[in-house]
């Protein structure tokens, strides 16, 4: 269990601080029944343990004993806990407190779904942007107005060699005035692009890097964030692909990851049967599965995919 927000108008700070750093690991007023406003007073009934008791020392100490709580449990394991508290200047909580606590806990319980689903994919999106980044696969967010608002490691790399792209006023310039341009349109008419736009941009001294530039589709209400994604590799550089992160990506087999990047290197499927020393039916069988699980309908366009981590 971790504490979450802790609210005390005209409260002691001090206070606050103790209970989070060292009383609320050994808070006893917990286990209550599920979805169920229950009284601390209710909770004390047979409790006589000394967990208890230096409980009751810091209520004492922080003002008063008077709490209503409310446990939620998931399907998931996941479990919230809400209290309300009130100190010994104030009348004791009553039956019409209770009765209103108790009627905003399906509320409670909406926000803690909201809340716990906002961390499951706040989790997955820290993996699969790990993943992306071992893929040598770069990304930059630009907004409308064509600022740059968030970047991965992979294209802060790109940016800082300066190489055919860089960083300038918190703009992306682009070595080539005809894709600065296309930016620039695609920026301009985001709401019209039909799919993404693909183009190879040209260095002075490293390899062509390969965008792929994607709309970022938003609710209304959201308008004014980030607009347009680009996505960006070096089809040249063999050391990018790494099967462990093509396997966590895509949720591929071993195998089947190990195959997928001897295909993208260039080897023909028969090549890479024979380096990997499997029989020619085995390894359509695993190209089969990796389609399946990629979306990839061809050899080729499989290729594209782990080179760009784009469907």
């Known amino acids: 269990s971790i504490p979450g927000a802790m609210v005390t108008p005209g409260g002691d700070p001090k206070t606050n601080e103790d209970y989070l750093t060292t009383y609320f690991a050994s808070d006893p007023f ?3 029944p599920e979805g169920e406003v229950t009284s601390f007073k209710e909770f004390l009934q047979g409790q006589t343990s000394q967990e208890i008791s230096d409980y009751m020392s810091f209520l004492d100490a922080a003002g008063g004993d008077q709490v209503l709580g409310v446990d939620l449990r998931f399907p998931s394991g996941f479990e ?21 606590f108790q009627s905003v806990v399906p509320h409670l319980r909406n926000a803690a ?25 770069g990304t930059i967010i630009l907004d409308q107005t064509g600022s740059v608002t968030r970047t991965n490691a992979v294209a802060d790399q790109l940016l800082d060699a300066g190489d055919g792209i860089r960083l300038d006023g918190g703009k992306l310039i682009l070595g080539d005035r005809r ?9 301009t008419h985001i709401g019209d692009i039909p799919a993404p736009v693909r183009f190879k941009l040209s260095r002075a001294k490293g390899h062509d890097l390969a965008v792929v530039a994607r709309p970022i589709h938003i609710p209304a209400i959201l308008r004014g964030g980030a607009n347009l994604a680009l996505f960006i590799t070096v089809p040249g550089d063999d050391t990018q692909l790494d099967p462990a ?9 071993r195998m089947e990851a190990t195959l997928a990047v001897s295909l ?42 782990l080179r760009s981590g784009l469907q």
Request: net charge positive.
């Open 264 to 305: 993208a290197h260039g080897r023909s499927l028969v090549e890479a049967a024979d380096i990997l020393g499997i029989a020619h039916n085995t390894a359509r069988a695993h190209l089969r599965s990796i389609f399946a699980k990629t979306g990839a309908r061809r050899q080729s366009q499989l290729v594209h995919l």
């Open 179 to 187: 894709f600065q341009k296309i930016i620039e349109s695609l920026l």
């Open 113 to 137: 779904r909201l809340f716990e689903r906002l961390q499951i994919e706040g989790a997955e999106h820290g993996v699969y942007r790990g993943a992306v980044e071992q893929l040598g696969v």
């Open 30 to 32: 917990q286990g209550l």
């Open 245 to 253: 992160a093509i396997r966590d990506l895509f949720q591929l087999t």
């Open 80 to 100: 919230a806990r809400c209290r309300v508290t009130r100190d010994r200047s104030l009348p004791d909580f009553s039956a019409d407190d209770r009765d209103r």
